[in-house]
């Protein structure tokens, strides 16, 4: 069924996504609450799938809508519009890596 509906969305998305490990390392931001952060970061995930971006960048959105929501203590005002988001990726830095994307056979999206 996942790839019924996301070849309807793309042609290519489907195996751009295939037989990947992707890690997407967090931005450092302050974090002040993490209420509906999860769900922010799959709202994140899923406007990256609908414009079909690269499997990388998308992880990248994804992680920067997460970051923007726990800069606020309530589970959505932390959201700007698509644009700032991408504004504030450019700005922010990355955690460290701690995860060793090499060891697992992974994709670093960072």
């Not at 990947?20 to 995930?45: H, M, N, Q, Y």
Request: proline fraction near 7%; hydrophobic fraction near 40%.
């Amino acid at each position: 069924e996942p790839r019924r509906i996301t070849s309807e969305m793309s042609p290519n998305i489907a195996s751009q996504w295939e037989d990947r490990k992707i890690l997407a390392p967090c931005f450092e931001v302050p974090v002040v609450g993490t209420t509906g952060s999860g769900d922010c970061t799959i709202a994140g995930f899923l406007t990256g799938l609908l414009h079909a971006w690269p499997p990388k960048q998308t992880l990248r959105f994804a992680a920067a809508v997460g970051a923007c929501n726990v800069q606020k203590a309530d589970a959505t005002s932390g959201i700007p519009a698509m644009d700032e988001v991408l504004n504030r990726m450019k700005k922010w830095d990355l955690k460290e890596n701690l995860l060793h994307p090499e060891e697992n056979g992974a994709e670093l999206a960072g």
